[in-house]
């Protein structure tokens, strides 16, 4: 199974790419909230912000690169997103203090029309029966340069400082961005064939919500909720660690490399017993103990305490997708085993939207929260909420056998007019 996997052109492609440009984000990214608050000026409803532009171009961008993915293919759209990926750091390199990096987050938020066929084309290369296993090998080796990379980094800041570290590794970044670009275009293949429809509706319209199966709709539901749970604290977590525990940038690095150790190890298994004995137990456990940390976090008084949250985290997130909105090895592979190819990349980009239209204000909440009440706050209400998303999935969400998965394909095809997408032939699948 492994090895069909790793031989799969397409995973490789996306998945070496992936991990070479984490590479070099992951040495500076853990210390950019730090950065905006210090040294471009940024308060922390500022930095709120900047996340919510960013969810905001997701939600504008993300459901047409869906629809176009599912239209006129996986790989161009792929292409394109990535090389568009290079303007941010350039801006966030020039930028003398942080309203500019509003304009930066605009490009950020512009590169998710290509998230939802980045997604799809890992479910299309892939047979349902190692669906699981094939996100867990691109979990397993894009989660590998938070083994090192975050370390280096704080080294890095605690010897040179933030304006030196920064700058260094933006500029590699701007590098790698154009070599991943390229090596894109040469080496994925295309998935799927569409033929467009001459007739076209609206991108937005009622039917891409009423237009799903009830698994679908309650899984973005759950999405939609853990957004606004993520959202409240994902840009305040190493802030927090720095800010208020008063941990060094040497020992941030050190955590989140753990992180990513544990996400590297566990994503391959976890994906491997997903395809073996479901997806939903997976789900489940990770949207569990990904709340639970967060309280964890607000008990935290040094460094220990908070290294075995962040740490829990990363065990989660790597069995099924904790700490993300919504993603990781089993919610993916659930969403292929429910969703047909020629609707997948669509039915992806909705989700984006709709978790972006949430996370968007959300940031900023999260922001207010804390300047207004208490660094804690954002972090004892994403607990509530999460856990609240956690307990919908699990009644709300039906793992289907594989006859209802083949089912579901004629009850697409009933629809097929409302999305404006060909119908699936039963007979190639």
């Known amino acids: 199974m492994i090895k069909d996997v790793f031989s799969n052109k397409n995973i490789l492609a996306i998945s070496l790419t992936t991990m070479t440009y984490s590479l070099v984000q992951m040495t500076w990214n853990p210390f950019w909230p730090k950065y905006l608050k210090d040294n471009l000026g940024a308060t922390t409803v500022a930095i709120g912000l900047i996340s919510g532009i960013r969810s905001a171009q997701n939600m504008i ?44 987050s605009f490009f950020t938020g512009l590169t998710s029309i290509y998230m939802p066929a980045f ?19 691109y979990s397993t080796i894009t989660s590998l340069p938070r083994i090192i990379s975050p370390l280096i980094g704080g080294v890095v800041m605690d010897s040179f400082g933030y304006v030196e570290g920064l700058k260094t590794f933006l500029i590699l970044q701007i590098f790698v961005s154009i070599f991943i670009s390229l090596i894109r275009w040469k080496y994925t293949e295309e998935t799927i064939t569409t033929t467009p429809l001459k007739k076209r509706k609206p991108i937005l ?3 891409l919500i009423t237009g799903q199966t009830k698994p679908i709709q309650v899984m973005l539901l759950v999405a939609i909720i853990s957004s606004f749970s ?4 994902m840009d305040f977590m190493n802030l927090y660690a720095l800010d208020v525990l008063k941990i060094t940038n040497t020992q941030l690095g050190i955590i989140t490399t753990g992180v990513g150790l544990l996400t590297a190890i566990f994503a391959l298994p976890g994906g491997m017993l997903s395809d073996r004995y479901g997806r939903k137990n ?66 992806i980009g909705t989700q984006n939207t709709l978790t972006a239209i949430i996370g968007a204000p959300s940031a900023i909440f999260g922001g207010w929260l804390w300047q207004t009440f208490s660094p804690e706050m954002p972090f004892m209400i994403s607990g509530i909420v999460g856990l609240i998303s956690a307990f919908i999935f699990w009644f709300g969400v039906k793992e289907p056998t594989r006859g209802e998965k083949l089912g579901v394909i004629n009850d697409y ?9 060909e119908p699936i032939n039963n007979s190639k699948k």
């Not at 997604?119 to 090998?137: F, H, K, L, N, Q």
């Not at 993520?230 to 604290?233: A, F, G, H, N, P």
Request: proline share 6%; net charge positive.
């Open 61 to 104: 961008f993300a459901l047409p690169g869906g629809i176009l993915a599912d239209r006129y293919g996986r790989r161009r759209i792929i292409v394109y997103g990535t090389f568009l990926r290079t303007f941010s750091p350039l801006i966030y390199l020039l930028a003398p203090s942080w309203e500019w990096i509003m304009l930066a």
């Open 119 to 137: 997604t799809a084309i890992i479910a299309d290369s892939m047979p349902e029966e190692r669906r699981g296993t094939g996100y867990g090998v």
């Open 282 to 347: 997976n789900i489940m456990l990770s949207r569990l103990t990904n709340p639970l940390t967060q309280w964890v976090i607000v008990a935290a008084t040094d460094f220990n305490g908070y290294a075995i949250a962040r740490l829990s985290n990363g065990f989660a997130q790597a069995l099924g997708g904790a700490n993300r909105t919504a993603g990781g090895p089993s919610w993916n592979a659930l969403i292929a085993d429910i969703v047909p190819p020629e609707k997948r990349a669509t039915v």
């Open 230 to 233: 993520s959202r409240l604290v």
């Open 205 to 207: 319209s009622r039917e």
């Open 413 to 421: 095809n009933q629809l097929s007019d409302e999305i404006d997408i």
